[in-house]
């Protein structure tokens, strides 16, 4: 019994780094498939604010494109604008100098204060038509389980053979 806990436990550990390798491309594949942000900066233009971003895209597809107004002193800080026109909203092409206008005075009458504010340019994963990388994992996952329980399941049962009917104990006494 101790032998086939130790085996169990060293097929856990087999199977746990079989799941890491599985996973490991599947990952870095999905992470290829997003968008890439750079050179996110802004310019102060009277009542406009202007933020120009790059977006590398890994094809040729649309996005929608979100920017939210952060400080840094306060983490707690998060202004989503409302009058935004330009590379904004869905429907946005991957580029260079992609620009978004923000009218400031509209929300901000009496302006912001502060030299640590800053834009965050995000966008939401576009739908696609493909299979989710998480089915590929879990289903590698149910079948590196199937095979390591059916290897502990076979070890057992061949190193515990004995005919049918024939165990290791005595028979019982008789009946009196």
Not at 24 to 48: Q, S, T, W, Y
Not at 130 to 152: D, K, M, R
Request: aromatic residues 10%.
């Amino acid at each position: 019994m101790q032998k086939l806990l130790h085996r169990a436990c060293v097929l856990a550990y087999v199977m746990a780094a079989l799941f890491l390798v599985e996973a490991a491309p599947l990952c870095a594949m999905k992470a290829a498939d997003h968008p890439r942000f750079e050179n996110i900066r802004f310019e102060v233009a009277g009542r406009m604010v202007y933020i120009y971003y790059d977006l590398v895209p890994p094809g040729d597809r649309t996005y929608n494109i979100r920017v939210t107004l952060r400080r840094g002193n306060d983490k707690a800080f998060q202004y989503k604008p409302v009058n935004v026109s330009g590379d904004v909203g869905p429907g946005v092409y991957p580029g260079v100098n992609r620009r978004i206008a923000w009218n400031i005075s509209d929300e901000f009458p009496n302006g912001l204060e502060g030299e640590d504010l800053y834009f965050v340019v995000e966008t939401d994963e576009p739908p696609s038509g493909g299979t989710p990388t998480g089915f590929f994992i879990a289903g590698g996952a149910v079948l590196v389980g199937g095979v390591v329980t059916a290897i502990i399941l076979s070890k057992h049962s061949s190193t515990a053979s004995a005919p049918p009917g024939v165990s290791g104990f005595p028979p019982p006494p008789g009946r009196p």
